[in-house]
């Protein structure tokens, strides 16, 4: 590995490769933070749609309850 590196062209060396492993990096991070975004959200939708479902449960309930009064 040391005889490949030292083979290279000293603009290979210095500006080539940093360039690919911030591009590689970059790529890495922006799945990492998909992934936990994307995680967050669907979990954020999820607590969204049963706050919904159990509002308008008890919406039912209070409006039967009223009804039964009557």
Known sequence: MKEFW?????WVRRVVVPVI???V?????????GV???VLGAIFSLAISVL???A???AVVILVKK???L
Request: charged residues 5%; positive net charge.
């Open 52 to 54: 919904v479902i159990v």
């Open 25 to 33: 990096a970059w790529k890495i991070i922006a799945a990492v933070l």
């Open 6 to 10: 030292g083979g290279l062209p000293w």
């Open 67 to 69: 009804a039964s009064r």
């Open 36 to 38: 936990v975004f994307g």
């Open 21 to 23: 492993v911030l591009i």
């Open 56 to 58: 308008l449960g008890a």
